[in-house]
């Protein structure tokens, strides 16, 4: 029995646009171990076409991206990555029809259709920003790994980036702090230095990232906590009821080596909460969310101008400037 994707799926769209050596951007596969897939996201091309000043290429590998990770509004991703998982447990055996089925209808599966592209485009973000303060290779690679028990599921998500703050790794020390964490109306992103790296040396600006709001791991944590959906402006709309057992943790891999995020729920699938919000604190009114949109919008690079005017063609922020995987600067042609 198999299901409905393929090993080693090449997920680009539209290759002819990138010339005569187009990149394979975006892979997925089955690993022997357990229940469990690796996701690899080549980022070097469209930081390269970038640092090359090359408009034309810079804006196709960003459109390819942004086709192979966001759409179908990224469930697909989800879908792909945990069949690449089961498909090579299938093959060997080592999972029964039942198992995949509790699987595919858990909690965990259900949150991860809108959930998961987010936890990507966080990753692609961390991704090329550790490529230009450290030099670090810009490919990603996330593993999915599952448990399956008798009355449970847990799903660990990890990266290869350089992990998650430790500001925020302290909004989840207490059930108290989790919940104040849910509803603040801050964004994830402000915790990250890498925010004001244009402001503080303009010489070295990464292109543009992929992440929206930094709202994507609080609406996360609000519906394996609670059941509910943060769709503000301010408030908590009931949509499941909360399974039992539901947790999520944040930490590190060891050596602080990547995220991890480790969800477990009950396997059974979720049910409808009765319609209704819940209203959040006033500190919590400015959050504004919207749908994500099914086709995004392309991107405008930047004019010719912006090139001349914010990029020092000397600088030199890491070493070899002839490496695709450096933290150089721009190219003087």
Same mark, same amino acid.
């Given at each position: ?57 810079? &804006?196709s590998c @960003? ?6 990770? %966001? =759409?179908?509004? #990224?469930?697909? /991703?989800?879908?792909? !990555? ?103 109306s801050g ?11 244009? &402001?503080?040396? @303009? ?6 990232? %992929? =992440?929206?709001? #930094?709202l994507g /791991?609080?609406?996360? !944590? ?112």
């Open positions: 029995m198999m299901l409905t994707t393929r090993k080693n799926t090449n997920f680009t769209a539209d290759h002819s646009r990138l010339g005569p050596n187009p990149q394979n951007f975006i892979a997925v596969e089955g690993h022997d171990d357990g229940i469990s897939s690796r996701l690899n996201i080549n980022l070097g091309p469209y930081i390269k076409s970038y640092k090359d000043r090359n408009a034309q290429e810079h &804006q @960003r459109e390819t991206l942004e086709e192979s990770v %966001f =759409g179908l509004a #990224g469930s697909a /991703l989800w879908e792909q !990555t945990l069949d690449a998982a089961l498909n090579k447990a299938v093959a060997q055996g080592r999972i029964t029809t039942k198992q995949i089925f509790d699987i595919k209808n858990s909690p965990v599966s259900e949150f991860m259709m809108t959930s998961f592209v987010e936890i990507v485009k966080n990753s692609m973000d961390e991704t090329v920003l550790a490529h230009y303060q450290a030099g670090k290779n810009p490919l990603l690679i996330m593993q999915i790994t599952i448990h399956l028990l008798p009355e449970s599921i847990t799903l660990t998500i990890t990266d290869n980036g350089r992990g998650f703050p430790q500001a925020f790794l302290k909004n989840f020390s207490t059930p108290e702090k989790i919940n104040a964490y849910i509803r603040e964004s994830d992103k402000k915790g990250y230095p890498s925010n004001t790296m244009a &402001q503080e040396n @303009r010489n070295i600006i990464p292109p543009a990232l %992929f =992440g929206g709001m #930094g /791991l609080r609406i996360l !944590t609000a519906q394996v906590t609670s059941g509910d959906v943060l769709e503000g402006p301010g408030c908590l709309k009931p949509k499941y009821e909360k399974p039992n057992p539901s947790m999520i943790d944040f930490s590190n891999c060891e050596g602080d080596s990547g995220a991890k995020i480790k969800i477990t729920t009950s396997n059974i699938p979720l049910k409808e909460k009765n319609q209704g919000s819940i209203a959040l604190p006033a500190a919590a009114a400015s959050i504004t969310l919207s749908r994500p949109p099914t086709k995004r919008s392309k991107t405008v690079n930047p004019s010719p101008s912006f090139w001349k005017e914010n990029i020092n063609p000397n600088a030199n922020g890491g070493p070899d400037s002839n490496e695709v995987h450096s933290a150089a600067g721009f190219k003087t042609n």
